[in-house]
């Protein structure tokens, strides 16, 4: 069964860069897109960027531009998420999600890794 | 980038009673709006795609409609296990953006 296992949380210093690791199984790796959600403390959910492994290809929001990474590894079947340059206001949990290919909509997610950026 | 309003932000309701929501965009979006379910600790969960389509797992009990700007999400019967927060997002443009999430409490 689909399966999207995100790495542990993570406590980081200000000025720091984060990389959140999201293992897929259950389906080829490459045939979908993957995109990342965050959510701080008792806020809404957050659209971060995506990447289609597949065909190389990566988009981000502009509020992260410049900050957030987001890159594949097929022979891991992993995607990662690195933002750097980080402040208290990154304190967030971050989900992965896997994109249906007939549409854009999320049908699968990780179980979402918390980041704690704290001197 | 385009703008979701949720209404309300919170929700008294109680097991039986007929929940709506509505999700007003910023500019047209025809139906690419999906509804997701979130329970506290956990991932959202897709509950409708294309403003009206149920994923596939989902009671019927949830229904959604609309097109253009505004959509509903409704829940005809409440049942104990909805009580959870209900976000919008737009799957039309990039950058994505979700609604700021409507509590449905007891």
């Known amino acids: 069964q689909v399966q999207l296992v995100q790495s542990g949380a993570e406590v980081k210093k200000p000025g720091a860069s984060v990389r959140v690791s999201c293992k897929a199984s259950?389906?080829?790796?490459?045939?979908?897109?993957f995109h990342w959600v965050r959510q701080a403390p008792g806020q809404s959910l957050e659209w971060m960027g995506w990447i289609n492994v597949g065909i190389a290809t990566t988009k981000y929001s502009p509020r992260f531009q410049g900050r957030v990474t987001i890159t594949g590894d097929t022979s891991a079947s992993t995607a990662y998420m690195e933002l750097s340059s980080l402040t208290s206001e990154d304190t967030a949990v971050y989900f992965c999600?896997?994109?249906?290919?007939?549409?854009?909509?999320?049908?699968?997610w990780g179980q979402g890794t918390l980041v704690t950026v704290s001197s | 980038d385009i703008q979701l309003t949720q209404s309300p932000s919170f929700l008294s309701a109680s097991v039986g009673d007929r929940v709506t929501i509505t999700c007003r965009a910023s500019?047209?979006?025809?139906?690419?709006l999906a509804w997701f379910q979130q329970k506290s600790g956990e991932a959202p969960k897709l509950l409708i795609y294309a403003a009206s389509s149920l994923q596939t797992g989902v009671p019927s009990r949830f229904s959604g409609s609309g097109s253009g700007t505004d959509f509903t999400l409704s829940i005809s019967t409440l049942q104990p296990e909805d009580f959870a927060t209900y976000y919008c997002?737009?799957?039309?443009?990039?950058?994505?953006?979700f609604g700021q999430g409507t509590k449905v409490e007891v």
């Open positions: 999600a896997r994109q249906r290919r007939t549409d854009g909509n999320l049908e699968h």
């Open positions: 500019q047209a979006i025809s139906n690419y």
């Open positions: 259950g389906f080829p790796f490459t045939d979908y897109p």
């Open positions: 997002q737009q799957v039309h443009s990039y950058p994505r953006t």
